[in-house]
């Protein structure tokens, strides 16, 4: 049973046009949620969210979650090709140690020119 | 500024070989980690060390072993490759639970 679930799995879209990402979870009381872009090789962090309800921007790229409904967006406007990745949800569950973070299976972007 | 850094990038075992994939960080992070990765899967933990001397076992475990040989280096060992483990293989660091994790480029590794 999949804890962290990311919709839709793949999407195709034009150059220009806004997407977005969707992440729920099952794990509550989580420390972090996280979003990865990964392209060929190692996913490279995008943002941490931990607060619900506070949007955090970097560019054309924006993200924020809801706690309560559990779950989390991330909004690219003006997509470029250059954002065609895998973009992969995260969740930093509970617990004290350092166990690691449980991805979901990723949405596979693709931005046709 | 290196960052974590993974070898080999490729590997091609026959079933019953073994190996080790090598993981080195310059961050100075406490915790390790190997996720393998596979199509449709997402990304799984397969050990993580949350710091020099200790490790534990992570959702898919079976099959491989680790080492953390100091604060730098974690190396993951497959004793007996099969055909199951054929996936590309990731390293990660971190350093707090508010921090995110940083990864290395991968290993490819095919067991035919």
């Known amino acids: 049973e999949d804890k962290v679930v990311q919709s839709p799995l793949s999407l195709v879209v034009h150059e220009g046009d806004t997407v977005t990402l969707n992440c729920s979870y099952e794990v509550t009381n989580f420390r972090s949620l996280l979003w990865y872009k990964q392209e060929k090789k ?4 995008l943002f941490m969210l931990t607060s619900s309800g506070i949007e955090k921007k970097s560019g054309r790229l924006s993200s924020i979650l ?5 779950f989390s967006i991330l909004n690219i406007t003006a997509t470029q090709t250059g954002d065609s990745a895998v973009y992969l949800c995260a969740v930093d569950p509970p617990g004290g140690g350092a166990d690691g973070l449980t991805f979901g299976k990723g949405t596979h972007l693709i931005i046709q020119p | 500024n290196a960052g974590v850094t993974q070898t ?3 590997q091609v075992l026959k079933t019953g070989q073994s190996m080790t994939l090598q993981c080195a960080q310059d961050m100075n992070h406490n915790s ?3 996720y393998r990765q596979d199509p449709g899967m997402g990304l799984r933990l397969i050990y993580y060390s949350a710091s020099e001397g200790t490790t534990d076992k992570g959702e898919v475990p079976n099959g491989y072993n680790v080492s953390r040989l100091n604060k730098r280096e974690f190396s993951l060992r497959l004793e007996s490759a099969a055909p199951s483990q054929t996936s590309v293989y990731f390293c990660a660091s971190g350093d707090s639970r508010n921090s995110p994790l940083h990864f ?3 290993t490819r590794l095919t067991v035919t």
């Open chain 1, 42 to 45: 190692a996913p490279t962090f």
């Open chain 1, 66 to 70: 809801d706690k309560k409904e559990l």
């Open chain 2, 8 to 10: 080999p990038k490729f």
């Open chain 2, 104 to 106: 290395g480029n991968g």
């Open chain 2, 32 to 34: 390790m980690y190997w």
